[in-house]
């Protein structure tokens, strides 16, 4: 069983950056997508980015020009950089994987990390 572990959230003011870590118990290059995912206050689980085993990647509207999707496979970690964040951007951040399909729906990654809190101050 492969497990994601995110990390590198925390407290910026508006304007600021973090990068979003997310670790995997190994395998990663064999993932056929990683993505990143988001809860807020304000809404359900959303899609943030995706990047699949080929290195395509796709952003959703919230996602475009402000964050950039990567992953690094011989360290087995997908990254999230997330520049001119504003406080609407708060809310909880999780990695997703899934070995068989090449990046499908929210409901149906398999395997999920515990997700890292972002808080973004005005």
């Known amino acids: 069983q492969v497990h994601l572990v995110e990390s590198g959230g925390g407290s910026v003011q508006a304007g600021g950056s973090l990068r979003l870590s997310c670790a995997a118990s190994?395998?990663?290059?064999?993932?056929?997508?990683m993505a990143w995912f988001r809860q807020t206050p304000q809404k359900e689980r959303e899609g943030v980015a995706d990047?699949?085993?080929?290195?395509?990647?796709r952003y959703t509207d919230i996602a475009k020009g402000r964050f950039t999707i990567s992953k690094d496979n011989v360290k087995n970690t997908l990254y999230l950089q997330m520049d001119s964040l504003q406080p609407e951007d708060s809310g909880i951040y999780y990695c997703?994987?899934?070995?068989?399909?090449?990046?499908?729906?929210?409901?149906?990654?398999?395997?999920w990390g515990q997700g890292t809190q972002v808080t973004v101050s005005s």
């Open positions: 997703a994987a899934d070995f068989d399909r090449w990046c499908p729906g929210i409901a149906q990654f398999p395997i």
């Open positions: 190994a395998y990663a290059a064999s993932m056929k997508c």
């Open positions: 990047i699949d085993r080929d290195g395509k990647t």
